[in-house]
Protein backbone atom coordinates (compact mmCIF):
# COMPACT_ATOMS: atom_id res chain seq x y z
CA UNK A 1 0.00 0.00 0.00
CA UNK A 2 0.74 3.70 -0.47
CA UNK A 3 0.32 6.64 0.58
CA UNK A 4 1.12 10.33 0.60
CA UNK A 5 3.15 12.19 2.61
CA UNK A 6 3.43 15.32 0.88
CA UNK A 7 5.26 18.53 2.19
CA UNK A 8 3.44 21.46 2.39
CA UNK A 9 4.73 22.21 -0.95
CA UNK A 10 3.24 19.41 -2.49
CA UNK A 11 -0.26 18.95 -0.62
CA UNK A 12 -2.60 20.49 -3.17
CA UNK A 13 -1.45 17.91 -5.97
CA UNK A 14 -0.68 15.36 -3.66
CA UNK A 15 -1.08 11.88 -6.19
CA UNK A 16 0.08 8.99 -6.72
CA UNK A 17 1.97 9.79 -9.60
CA UNK A 18 4.12 12.48 -7.65
CA UNK A 19 7.34 10.14 -7.25
CA UNK A 20 8.80 13.15 -5.51
CA UNK A 21 6.67 13.32 -2.69
CA UNK A 22 5.08 9.95 -1.96
CA UNK A 23 5.84 8.22 0.77
CA UNK A 24 5.66 3.95 0.70
CA UNK A 25 5.00 1.97 3.65
CA UNK A 26 6.78 -1.27 2.69
CA UNK A 27 5.29 -4.23 4.40
CA UNK A 28 7.97 -6.18 6.26
CA UNK A 29 6.31 -9.59 7.52
CA UNK A 30 6.61 -9.05 11.18
CA UNK A 31 8.27 -8.07 14.95
CA UNK A 32 10.98 -10.21 14.02
CA UNK A 33 12.17 -7.58 11.91
CA UNK A 34 12.97 -5.62 14.63
CA UNK A 35 14.47 -8.53 16.78
CA UNK A 36 16.42 -8.48 13.19
CA UNK A 37 17.56 -5.31 12.92
CA UNK A 38 18.21 -4.62 16.34
CA UNK A 39 19.55 -8.25 17.56
CA UNK A 40 16.47 -7.66 20.32
CA UNK A 41 12.88 -7.52 20.76
CA UNK A 42 12.85 -5.41 23.65
CA UNK A 43 13.75 -1.73 24.43
CA UNK A 44 16.12 -1.37 27.32
CA UNK A 45 15.83 1.76 29.46
CA UNK A 46 17.67 3.06 32.22
CA UNK A 47 14.73 4.33 34.48
CA UNK A 48 17.18 4.61 37.61
CA UNK A 49 20.78 5.92 37.33
CA UNK A 50 23.48 6.48 40.32
CA UNK A 51 20.71 5.63 42.98
CA UNK A 52 21.82 4.65 46.90
CA UNK A 53 18.89 2.24 47.28
CA UNK A 54 16.32 0.80 45.26
CA UNK A 55 12.85 -0.65 46.05
CA UNK A 56 11.42 -3.35 43.70
CA UNK A 57 7.88 -4.28 44.73
CA UNK A 58 4.69 -5.97 43.01
CA UNK A 59 4.75 -8.26 39.81
CA UNK A 60 3.84 -11.93 39.75
CA UNK A 61 5.47 -15.46 40.50
CA UNK A 62 8.99 -13.12 40.90
CA UNK A 63 12.01 -14.69 39.89
CA UNK A 64 15.25 -13.30 41.00
CA UNK A 65 18.07 -14.38 38.41
CA UNK A 66 21.95 -13.55 38.39
CA UNK A 67 24.20 -12.46 35.12
CA UNK A 68 23.93 -16.18 34.17
CA UNK A 69 20.60 -16.54 34.42
CA UNK A 70 20.52 -18.52 37.72
CA UNK A 71 17.54 -18.08 40.50
CA UNK A 72 19.31 -16.49 43.54
CA UNK A 73 18.01 -16.77 46.96
CA UNK A 74 15.69 -14.85 47.18
CA UNK A 75 12.96 -13.28 50.02
CA UNK A 76 9.43 -14.58 49.69
CA UNK A 77 7.57 -14.69 46.53
CA UNK A 78 5.59 -10.95 47.53
CA UNK A 79 7.96 -9.43 49.87
CA UNK A 80 9.07 -6.03 48.69
CA UNK A 81 13.03 -6.21 48.13
CA UNK A 82 15.63 -3.28 49.08
CA UNK A 83 18.09 -3.65 47.22
CA UNK A 84 21.57 -2.00 48.17
CA UNK A 85 25.02 -1.67 46.58
CA UNK A 86 27.59 -3.52 49.11
CA UNK A 87 31.12 -5.00 49.82
CA UNK A 88 31.84 -7.59 46.58
CA UNK A 89 28.46 -7.12 45.15
CA UNK A 90 24.67 -6.26 46.11
CA UNK A 91 22.48 -6.46 49.29
CA UNK A 92 19.46 -7.70 49.07
CA UNK A 93 17.40 -6.77 52.29
CA UNK A 94 19.94 -6.55 53.84
CA UNK A 95 21.93 -9.95 53.25
CA UNK A 96 24.81 -10.44 50.34
CA UNK A 97 23.31 -11.23 47.33
CA UNK A 98 25.66 -13.99 46.88
CA UNK A 99 28.16 -12.09 45.62
CA UNK A 100 26.21 -10.79 42.36
CA UNK A 101 26.78 -7.11 41.13
CA UNK A 102 23.57 -7.63 38.96
CA UNK A 103 20.34 -9.19 39.14
CA UNK A 104 17.12 -9.46 36.82
CA UNK A 105 14.03 -9.55 37.86
CA UNK A 106 11.33 -10.84 36.30
CA UNK A 107 7.78 -11.12 36.85
CA UNK A 108 5.80 -14.10 34.90
CA UNK A 109 3.15 -11.33 33.44
CA UNK A 110 2.73 -8.29 31.91
CA UNK A 111 0.00 -7.23 33.48
CA UNK A 112 1.52 -7.21 36.73
CA UNK A 113 4.75 -5.66 36.48
CA UNK A 114 7.71 -4.58 38.77
CA UNK A 115 7.36 -1.50 40.71
CA UNK A 116 10.62 0.83 41.05
CA UNK A 117 10.52 2.92 44.12
CA UNK A 118 6.52 3.02 44.22
CA UNK A 119 6.15 3.35 40.53
CA UNK A 120 5.14 0.16 37.94
CA UNK A 121 7.04 0.56 35.10
CA UNK A 122 8.00 -3.04 33.76
CA UNK A 123 7.84 -6.85 34.00
CA UNK A 124 11.44 -7.45 33.81
CA UNK A 125 14.21 -5.21 35.30
CA UNK A 126 18.33 -5.38 35.39
CA UNK A 127 19.87 -4.13 38.49
CA UNK A 128 23.73 -3.20 38.91
CA UNK A 129 26.00 -1.61 40.09
CA UNK A 130 27.20 0.89 38.07
CA UNK A 131 31.02 1.00 37.28
CA UNK A 132 31.99 4.55 37.88
CA UNK A 133 29.97 5.16 41.05
CA UNK A 134 29.49 2.30 42.12
CA UNK A 135 25.80 3.48 43.33
CA UNK A 136 22.90 1.53 41.68
CA UNK A 137 21.57 1.25 37.67
CA UNK A 138 18.04 0.13 36.88
CA UNK A 139 17.70 -0.51 33.32
CA UNK A 140 13.26 -1.95 32.36
CA UNK A 141 13.20 -4.35 29.60
CA UNK A 142 10.03 -2.80 27.49
CA UNK A 143 8.56 -3.98 24.31
CA UNK A 144 8.63 -0.97 21.78
CA UNK A 145 5.32 0.08 21.54
CA UNK A 146 5.18 -0.04 25.73
CA UNK A 147 7.95 2.29 25.88
CA UNK A 148 6.23 4.22 23.50
CA UNK A 149 3.30 4.97 25.96
CA UNK A 150 5.11 6.36 28.14
CA UNK A 151 7.28 8.83 26.08
CA UNK A 152 3.99 10.10 24.74
CA UNK A 153 3.49 10.98 28.41
CA UNK A 154 6.97 12.26 28.97
CA UNK A 155 6.90 14.51 25.83
CA UNK A 156 3.79 15.88 24.41
CA UNK A 157 0.74 17.24 26.55
CA UNK A 158 -1.01 14.37 25.60
CA UNK A 159 -4.65 15.08 27.29
CA UNK A 160 -4.94 18.39 24.88
CA UNK A 161 -2.91 16.93 21.99
CA UNK A 162 -4.27 16.61 18.72
CA UNK A 163 -4.55 12.48 17.88
CA UNK A 164 -2.78 13.63 14.28
CA UNK A 165 0.11 15.10 16.26
CA UNK A 166 0.15 12.34 18.79
CA UNK A 167 0.23 9.53 16.02
CA UNK A 168 3.03 11.59 14.28
CA UNK A 169 5.08 11.90 17.74
CA UNK A 170 4.84 8.33 17.80
CA UNK A 171 6.36 7.30 14.99
CA UNK A 172 9.33 9.73 15.69
CA UNK A 173 10.01 8.49 19.09
CA UNK A 174 9.61 5.10 17.44
CA UNK A 175 11.85 5.62 14.79
CA UNK A 176 14.06 7.26 17.06
CA UNK A 177 14.45 4.58 19.63
CA UNK A 178 14.73 1.98 16.92
CA UNK A 179 17.98 3.52 15.47
CA UNK A 180 18.98 3.87 19.36
CA UNK A 181 18.10 0.35 19.57
CA UNK A 182 20.78 -0.34 16.67
CA UNK A 183 23.12 1.37 17.67
CA UNK A 184 23.26 0.19 21.30
CA UNK A 185 24.06 -3.23 20.93
CA UNK A 186 26.92 -3.48 22.95
CA UNK A 187 25.91 -0.78 26.04
CA UNK A 188 24.32 -1.62 29.13
CA UNK A 189 21.27 0.11 27.95
CA UNK A 190 19.38 1.71 24.49
CA UNK A 191 18.37 4.74 25.94
CA UNK A 192 18.29 7.28 29.05
CA UNK A 193 14.91 7.86 30.85
CA UNK A 194 15.30 11.97 29.95
CA UNK A 195 16.09 14.44 27.55
CA UNK A 196 19.31 13.48 26.91
CA UNK A 197 17.37 10.34 24.56
CA UNK A 198 13.30 10.89 25.03
CA UNK A 199 11.48 12.06 28.51
CA UNK A 200 9.60 8.56 29.46
CA UNK A 201 7.08 8.40 32.42
CA UNK A 202 6.55 5.17 33.78
CA UNK A 203 2.33 4.31 34.69
CA UNK A 204 0.56 5.58 31.39
CA UNK A 205 0.30 2.24 30.07
CA UNK A 206 -3.53 1.73 30.68
CA UNK A 207 -3.92 4.72 28.77
CA UNK A 208 -6.64 4.93 26.10
CA UNK A 209 -5.87 7.82 24.59
CA UNK A 210 -1.99 6.92 24.29
CA UNK A 211 -2.84 3.61 23.21
CA UNK A 212 -5.02 4.80 20.59
CA UNK A 213 -2.21 6.55 18.90
CA UNK A 214 0.68 4.02 19.59
CA UNK A 215 -1.24 1.10 18.34
CA UNK A 216 -2.77 3.20 14.94
CA UNK A 217 0.27 3.51 14.03
CA UNK A 218 1.71 0.23 15.03
CA UNK A 219 5.64 -0.67 13.35
CA UNK A 220 6.02 2.08 11.37
CA UNK A 221 9.26 3.61 11.70
CA UNK A 222 10.63 6.65 9.29
CA UNK A 223 13.40 5.28 6.90
CA UNK A 224 15.89 7.32 4.73
CA UNK A 225 16.17 5.24 1.01
CA UNK A 226 15.21 1.64 3.05
CA UNK A 227 17.55 2.66 6.58
CA UNK A 228 16.02 3.97 10.21
CA UNK A 229 17.58 7.24 11.19
CA UNK A 230 17.54 9.47 14.19
CA UNK A 231 14.11 10.94 14.17
CA UNK A 232 15.25 13.96 16.29
CA UNK A 233 12.40 16.43 17.07
CA UNK A 234 12.32 19.33 19.28
CA UNK A 235 9.62 21.52 20.76
CA UNK A 236 9.47 24.49 18.67
CA UNK A 237 11.62 25.68 15.83
CA UNK A 238 10.40 29.26 16.04
CA UNK A 239 10.21 29.63 12.12
CA UNK A 240 12.56 27.57 10.72
CA UNK A 241 13.76 23.95 11.28
CA UNK A 242 17.86 23.28 11.41
CA UNK A 243 19.91 20.90 9.46
CA UNK A 244 20.95 17.97 11.39
CA UNK A 245 24.57 18.56 10.07
CA UNK A 246 24.97 21.62 11.73
CA UNK A 247 24.15 20.71 15.11
CA UNK A 248 25.26 16.80 15.32
CA UNK A 249 28.23 16.75 12.56
CA UNK A 250 29.32 13.67 13.61
CA UNK A 251 26.47 11.96 11.57
CA UNK A 252 26.05 12.05 7.84
CA UNK A 253 24.00 14.91 6.52
CA UNK A 254 20.89 13.42 5.40
CA UNK A 255 18.13 15.14 3.31
CA UNK A 256 15.04 14.17 5.82
CA UNK A 257 16.88 16.41 8.29
CA UNK A 258 17.75 18.97 6.03
CA UNK A 259 15.75 21.72 7.68
CA UNK A 260 12.39 23.18 6.20
CA UNK A 261 10.37 26.88 7.12
CA UNK A 262 7.78 25.95 9.51
CA UNK A 263 4.70 28.67 10.41
CA UNK A 264 2.53 26.22 12.03
CA UNK A 265 4.23 26.63 15.81
CA UNK A 266 3.85 29.86 16.92
CA UNK A 267 1.23 28.92 19.29
CA UNK A 268 4.13 27.83 21.22
CA UNK A 269 4.88 29.78 24.77
CA UNK A 270 8.45 29.34 23.58
CA UNK A 271 7.88 30.96 19.82
CA UNK A 272 9.44 34.33 20.95
CA UNK A 273 11.63 34.66 24.52
CA UNK A 274 14.31 37.49 25.53
CA UNK A 275 16.63 36.67 28.01
CA UNK A 276 19.48 38.87 29.59
CA UNK A 277 22.60 37.09 30.73
CA UNK A 278 25.28 39.00 32.42
CA UNK A 279 28.70 38.44 30.79
CA UNK A 280 29.65 37.65 34.25
CA UNK A 281 26.92 35.27 34.56
CA UNK A 282 28.06 34.29 31.42
CA UNK A 283 31.29 33.29 32.17
CA UNK A 284 30.60 31.64 35.50
CA UNK A 285 28.82 29.02 33.53
CA UNK A 286 31.28 28.94 31.13
CA UNK A 287 33.70 28.33 33.39
CA UNK A 288 31.87 25.27 35.25
CA UNK A 289 30.91 23.85 31.95
CA UNK A 290 34.12 23.65 30.57
CA UNK A 291 36.82 24.23 33.34
CA UNK A 292 39.84 24.42 30.53
CA UNK A 293 38.37 27.70 28.89
CA UNK A 294 40.56 30.67 28.86
CA UNK A 295 40.54 32.51 31.97
CA UNK A 296 39.20 36.20 32.54
CA UNK A 297 36.34 38.50 31.94
CA UNK A 298 34.45 37.93 28.84
CA UNK A 299 34.91 41.15 26.34
CA UNK A 300 32.68 39.91 23.36
CA UNK A 301 30.74 37.05 22.28
CA UNK A 302 29.99 36.28 18.20
CA UNK A 303 27.66 33.85 17.47
CA UNK A 304 28.47 32.24 13.62
CA UNK A 305 27.03 29.96 11.18
CA UNK A 306 28.63 26.99 9.57
CA UNK A 307 30.80 28.94 7.77
CA UNK A 308 32.33 30.93 10.60
CA UNK A 309 29.96 34.14 9.81
CA UNK A 310 28.17 36.13 11.87
CA UNK A 311 24.26 35.10 11.87
CA UNK A 312 21.47 37.65 11.54
CA UNK A 313 18.05 37.65 12.43
CA UNK A 314 16.19 33.90 11.74
CA UNK A 315 19.83 32.54 11.36
CA UNK A 316 20.57 29.72 13.82
CA UNK A 317 24.06 30.40 15.07
CA UNK A 318 26.16 26.84 14.58
CA UNK A 319 28.96 28.03 16.43
CA UNK A 320 29.94 30.76 19.06
CA UNK A 321 32.82 32.83 19.59
CA UNK A 322 33.91 33.81 23.15
CA UNK A 323 36.66 36.79 23.14
CA UNK A 324 37.80 36.80 26.63
CA UNK A 325 40.97 38.83 28.16
CA UNK A 326 42.60 35.39 28.32
CA UNK A 327 41.94 35.38 24.74
CA UNK A 328 39.48 33.88 22.33
CA UNK A 329 38.01 30.42 21.39
CA UNK A 330 35.46 28.70 19.72
CA UNK A 331 33.05 25.89 20.72
CA UNK A 332 29.85 24.14 18.84
CA UNK A 333 26.57 26.35 19.39
CA UNK A 334 25.03 23.24 20.87
CA UNK A 335 27.72 22.92 23.67
CA UNK A 336 27.59 26.35 24.21
CA UNK A 337 23.40 26.27 24.84
CA UNK A 338 23.85 23.15 27.45
CA UNK A 339 26.73 25.10 28.90
CA UNK A 340 24.33 27.81 29.28
CA UNK A 341 21.60 25.76 30.66
CA UNK A 342 19.44 24.79 27.78
CA UNK A 343 15.90 26.26 29.78
CA UNK A 344 17.49 29.72 29.81
CA UNK A 345 18.70 29.66 26.39
CA UNK A 346 16.03 28.05 24.82
CA UNK A 347 17.31 27.83 20.91
CA UNK A 348 20.60 29.35 19.21
CA UNK A 349 17.71 31.19 16.85
CA UNK A 350 17.90 35.05 17.49
CA UNK A 351 15.79 38.18 16.57
CA UNK A 352 18.47 40.51 17.83
CA UNK A 353 21.49 40.04 20.08
CA UNK A 354 22.31 43.36 22.06
CA UNK A 355 26.12 43.74 23.91
CA UNK A 356 24.98 46.12 26.05
CA UNK A 357 28.42 46.27 27.56
CA UNK A 358 27.77 44.20 31.05
CA UNK A 359 25.27 42.04 29.42
CA UNK A 360 23.76 40.16 26.30
CA UNK A 361 19.96 41.17 25.57
CA UNK A 362 19.17 38.61 23.31
CA UNK A 363 15.43 38.11 21.50
CA UNK A 364 15.32 34.41 20.62
CA UNK A 365 13.02 32.26 18.64
CA UNK A 366 11.73 28.44 19.72
CA UNK A 367 12.77 25.84 21.76
CA UNK A 368 15.43 23.02 21.50
CA UNK A 369 18.06 22.60 18.86
CA UNK A 370 15.72 22.77 16.12
CA UNK A 371 16.45 19.66 14.00
CA UNK A 372 13.56 17.45 12.64
CA UNK A 373 10.07 17.45 13.98
CA UNK A 374 8.86 20.90 15.15
CA UNK A 375 6.48 19.69 18.09
CA UNK A 376 4.44 23.01 18.23
CA UNK A 377 4.28 23.11 14.65
CA UNK A 378 2.98 19.52 14.89
CA UNK A 379 0.60 20.50 16.86
CA UNK A 380 -0.37 23.52 14.48
CA UNK A 381 -0.33 21.32 11.44
CA UNK A 382 -2.97 18.64 13.31
CA UNK A 383 -5.14 21.59 14.42
CA UNK A 384 -5.39 23.05 10.46
CA UNK A 385 -6.42 19.49 9.60
CA UNK A 386 -3.50 17.83 8.71
CA UNK A 387 -2.60 14.06 8.43
CA UNK A 388 0.40 12.27 10.75
CA UNK A 389 1.57 11.59 7.36
CA UNK A 390 1.58 14.78 5.96
CA UNK A 391 3.14 15.96 9.22
CA UNK A 392 5.79 13.74 8.86
CA UNK A 393 6.19 14.33 5.21
CA UNK A 394 6.47 18.28 6.15
CA UNK A 395 9.18 17.73 8.67
CA UNK A 396 11.14 14.97 7.50
CA UNK A 397 11.66 15.64 3.70
CA UNK A 398 11.90 12.57 1.45
CA UNK A 399 11.53 10.37 4.08
CA UNK A 400 9.64 6.81 3.90
CA UNK A 401 7.58 5.21 6.07
CA UNK A 402 8.85 1.41 6.86
CA UNK A 403 6.64 -0.94 8.97
CA UNK A 404 9.13 -2.69 10.96
CA UNK A 405 6.57 -5.58 12.87
ZN1 LIG B 1 8.00 25.14 14.04
Known amino acids: MAFCVAGLAGLLSCRSSHKSTETTVRELPTREAVAKATGATDIRVAVLKDAPAVHI ?35 LNGAAAGGESSLRIESASADEPLSVNGQQVARVLRIYCAPRSGALNVIAHLDLDEYLLGVLAGEVPFERWHPEALKAQAITSRSYAFNQMRRSSSEAYDVESTVMSQVFKAG ?18 LTDNGAPFSAYFHSTCGGHTESGAHVFPEQPALRPLSGVPCSFCTQSPAYRWKLTLSKADLERRLKAASPSSPAGPILRVEFLDAAGT ?11 RIHSSGG ?27 DTGAALEIAGAGFGHGVGLCQWGSQGMAQAGYSYAQILGKYYPGAELTRMY
Open 57 to 91: AGGKARRILNAAGRVVQQPSDDAALDIRPAAGGLS
Open 310 to 320: PVGAQVRAVQV
Open 328 to 354: PWTMPGNQFRLAIGARDLKSLLFEQVT
Open 204 to 221: YRNNPVLKAAVSATRGLV
